[in-house]
C-alpha cells in the first residue's frame, strides 16, 4: 500500500540527469533498503557526493521489516526523522505468552513488561511497529531534501580499481533494466547494501558466510483480523503442544502480523497464506481468528550467517546490513542492526572522503560491527530455540538476560583507539556504548532538553566538559587553561578545525530547506568537527556566559545546567547519572563520537597545576590516534547539488 503522506506512487523512475548527477561520486551505494538509505541519508547530510542503485523498480511497498527498537527510535530523532514514526506506528509496551495442549485449553501463562526499567533505561521503553515501506519512505524523502536520488532498475555486476588518473578509484559496473544496458560510475567507495544474497559480497575477497547450523522457515501474514483473542495488541507469542507456535505483532493500520515457523524446508516452499491461516486457528483455538483482508503474504528461508569480513583489503569495498548478516526474525533485531552498521560507516566514510581519517578508523567499521553481528548471532540462536522448545519459563528468562541488547541499549562495543578509558567511568556512560538518556537545562533559553540528542547530527565529536562547581577559581583557571589551549595555534583540534573549514567549503553540507528551524550554525562556531559542551551544576542565577572563556560563551546554545533530575527517567541528575558523581575538585570530559557512542572519558583534580593544559592535550592525543590533518581530500567528486522538488521525489 502506498504511504498517502508521502503519495509516493510506484512508477519507474526518469534516468539520470547527467548535468546535475555526474559519473564521479565519492560513494556509491549499491541496495535502497533501510541499510542502504539510512547510509545515504547519513552521507547526503554531510555534503558526500553519494549514487545510490537499486534493483527494485520501487521501493517496499508492503510487508517485510517492522519492528523499531528503542535505541534505533533515538538514532532517528538525532537525525529529525522520528516524529512521522512515533505519530503512525503502534507502540508494544509488553509481551504475553500463551500455552495450549490436546488436554488443556490455550491460556495465558504471563504478561511482561517488555522493557523493564529495573533492567534498562530507556527513553522509549517500547518497540514501535510499522512496516519497512513506511521506513523507507520516510529515509527517501530526506535524502530529497539533501539532492539526491535512488537510481532504480540498476542491477549490480562487479566493481574493480581504474586505471590511469583514476586508479585510486573504483569502476562499478551495473546493468540497466528492462534495457539490459551498461552502465559503469566511478567511485573512491563502494558500499553493499544488497540482501542475504549481497552480489558485492561476492566481489569481495574472503567473505564467506561464517554459519549456525541452524536454519529457520518462515510463513507471514500481515492482514486486518476478526477476533475475540483477547491479546491481538500485546506482541503476544503462542505455543500449541499439538500445531507448533505463533507470533503475533500488532500494527499500524489496525493491521496484525502472523508469524508461523515451519518444522522443514520440504514444507515452506508449499506454503501459502491459506495454509498459514489455517495454522493460526489451530494455535489459537478455541479463539476464533478471521481475515477481513490480507495485505502481505511471504514465505522465506532464514540462515544464521555472518560473512567473514566486511570490507576489502583495500578499505575501499563495504558490505552492510543482510549483507554481513542474517538470523530469524523472532526479536525484531534485522532492520535496527542494518540501520545501525549504516550509522557506524556513515560518519566514518565523510572523515574519510574528505582525508581526516587515519586507517584505523575506517577499519574499526569492520571491528565494530562484526562483534556485534556475533553478538546477536549467538543470542538469536539461544532465542529461537526456546522459542521452538515451546519451555515459556526458560524462553522469558532468556529475554530478561538479553533485554539490553535486544534494545540496543545494550550494544557496546570493545576497547580500541576510538574507544578507551575504561577505569574513569564510575556510572552508567562508558566508552564503547551510546550515552544513557539525560535530562538537563539549556542555559540560553532555560528549555529542559534530552542531553544526548539535543546537538543536531552534523557529523561531529560532542566534547562535554563536565564542571559541576564554575565559582571555584580552580575551576574557573581549568575552563580559561583549557580553552586558551585548545584554542592555541599549536593545538592538533584548532589545525584540524581548520582544514575542516576548507573542506566543507569545497565541499558543503547541503542547504536544506527542511533544516531552516534547527539552526544548525549554533553549532559550528569553534569547528566543523567538533562542538563543545559545558555541563555544570551551578545555579543560573549564580553566573552569566559571558563570565565564561570563549570556548563556551561563543557556543551558548551548548551549555547545560544540571538540575532537572525529576524529569529524567530514573530520578537522577546527568552528571551523576554518566559519571558516578564527580569527588570535590574534579572535573570530567566525555567525548562522544558522531554516531552518539561515547568514545573516551577521563577526569581530574584542578587543584594540581597546569590541569586545564593536561586535559587540551589529553584531547589532541585522542583524536590525534585516528584522526589527521590532511594536504587535501581525497575525492574530487562535487556535491554541489540542489534537493530535489515534491514532484521529483515522489518519482523515488
Not at 558466510?209 to 500485546?234: C, H, M, N, R
Not at 515459556?392 to 583507539?417: H, P, Q
Request: glycine share 6%.
Amino acid at each position: 500500500m502506498a504511504d498517502t503522506d508521502y503519495n509516493l506512487p510506484t512508477m519507474r523512475p526518469q534516468t539520470i540527469d547527467e548535468r546535475q548527477h555526474p559519473e564521479k561520486y565519492d560513494v556509491a551505494i549499491v541496495g535502497a533498503g533501510p541499510a542502504g538509505l539510512t547510509l545515504a541519508v547519513v552521507l547526503g547530510r554531510l555534503g558526500i557526493c553519494t549514487a545510490v542503485f537499486d534493483e527494485r523498480p520501487s521501493r517496499t511497498l508492503v510487508g517485510r521489516a517492522d519492528g523499531i527498537q528503542p535505541k534505533t527510535i533515538e538514532t532517528l530523532q538525532m537525525l529529525g526523522l522520528a516524529d512521522k514514526l512515533l505519530r503512525d506506528g503502534v507502540k508494544v509496551y509488553d509481551i504475553c505468552m500463551w500455552r495450549g495442549s490436546a488436554t488443556s485449553s490455550t491460556r495465558r501463562i504471563s504478561r511482561q513488561v517488555h522493557y523493564p526499567a529495573s533492567i534498562v533505561d530507556l527513553l522509549h521503553p517500547y518497540i514501535l511497529l510499522c512496516h519497512q515501506g513506511t521506513i523507507e519512505s520516510v529515509l527517501i524523502r530526506d535524502l530529497c531534501a539533501s539532492g539526491l536520488r535512488i537510481n532504480r532498475d540498476h542491477r549490480f555486476t562487479n566493481f574493480d580499481h581504474g586505471a590511469g588518473e583514476n586508479s585510486s578509484a573504483l569502476v562499478v559496473s551495473l546493468k540497466t533494466t528492462p534495457e539490459d544496458d551498461v552502465k559503469h560510475v566511478s567511485a573512491d567507495y563502494l558500499v553493499g547494501c544488497d540482501g542475504a544474497r549481497s552480489l558485492v559480497r561476492q566481489h569481495i575477497p574472503g567473505t564467506h558466510a561464517i554459519a549456525k547450523p541452524q536454519e529457520s522457515y518462515w510463513g507471514v501474514l500481515d492482514g486486518v483480523l476478526d477476533t475475540d483473542f483477547p491479546d491481538i495488541w500485546s506482541k503476544t507469542v503462542v505455543f500449541s503442544e499439538e500445531h507448533g507456535s505463533v507470533l503475533i505483532i500488532p500494527r499500524e493500520r489496525n493491521l496484525t502480523r502472523i508469524y508461523i515457523e515451519m518444522k522443514s524446508s520440504h514444507s515452506v516452499k508449499n506454503v501459502d497464506q491459506t495454509f498459514v491461516m489455517k495454522q493460526a486457528q489451530l494455535v489459537l483455538a478455541p479463539y476464533r481468528v478471521q481475515w477481513r483482508s490480507v495485505e502481505w503474504f511471504g514465505n522465506y528461508q532464514v540462515a544464521q550467517r555472518v560473512a567473514a569480513r566486511f570490507s576489502d583489503p583495500s578499505l575501499c569495498a563495504f558490505i552492510a546490513g543482510d549483507a554481513s548478516h542474517t538470523h530469524s526474525p523472532k526479536a525484531a533485531q534485522g532492520m535496527n542492526t542494518s540501520m545501525h552498521d549504516s550509522w557506524n560507516l556513515g560518519w566514518k566514510l565523510n572523515l574519510s572522503v574528505r582525508g581526516f581519517a587515519k586507517p584505523a578508523l575506517l577499519e574499526s567499521y569492520e571491528v565494530e560491527r562484526m562483534k556485534v553481528a556475533h553478538d546477536l548471532i549467538n543470542f538469536d540462536f539461544e532465542h529461537a530455540n526456546e522459542i521452538a522448545g515451546g519451555n515459556i519459563e526458560r524462553l522469558a528468562d532468556n529475554f530478561r538476560a538479553n533485554t539490553r541488547f535486544i534494545a540496543g541499549a545494550g550494544v557496546e562495543y570493545a576497547e580500541s583507539i576510538i574507544n578507551h578509558g575504561y577505569n574513569q567511568t564510575g556510572g552508567f556512560a562508558k566508552p564503547g556504548c551510546t550515552l544513557p538518556p539525560s535530562k538537563a537545562t539549556r542555559y540560553i533559553d532555560a528549555n529542559p532538553v534530552d542531553v544526548q540528542l539535543d546537538v543536531p547530527m552534523l557529523g561531529q565529536f560532542r566534547v562535554y566538559v563536565v564542571v559541576p562547581d564554575l565559582l571555584g577559581s580552580d575551576q574557573k583557571k581549568f575552563l580559561c587553561d583549557l580553552s586558551d589551549t585548545v584554542e592555541s595555534e599549536l593545538s592538533f583540534l584548532t589545525r584540524l578545525s581548520r582544514a575542516a573549514s576548507e573542506s566543507y567549503r569545497r565541499k558543503p553540507r547541503p542547504l536544506r530547506p527542511i533544516d531552516v528551524f534547527s539552526c544548525l550554525e549554533r553549532y559550528r562556531v569553534f569547528s566543523e568537527l567538533f562542538t563543545f559542551c559545558l555541563l555544570t551544576s551551578t545555579p543560573k542565577e549564580d553566573f552569566e556566559l559571558a563570565s565564561l572563556p570563549s570556548l563556551f560563551f561563543t557556543s551558548p546554545w551548548t551549555v547545560y545546567l544540571d538540575d532537572v533530575p525529576h524529569l529524567d527517567t530514573k530520578g537522577l541528575r546527568c552528571i551523576p547519572k554518566w559519571l558516578g558523581g564527580l569527588e570535590h575538585g574534579e572535573v570530567a570530559i566525555v567525548n562522544v563520537r558522531p554516531d552518539g557512542y561515547v568514545g573516551s572519558i577521563k577526569k581530574w583534580d584542578v587543584s594540581r597545576q597546569d590541569v586545564g593544559e593536561a586535559a587540551a592535550h589529553w584531547l589532541d592525543e585522542y583524536y590525534d590516534s585516528f584522526l589527521d590533518v590532511p594536504d587535501g581530500g581525497r575525492s574530487e567528486a562535487t556535491s554541489e547539488v540542489e534537493p530535489l522538488d515534491d514532484k521529483k521525489c515522489r518519482e523515488l
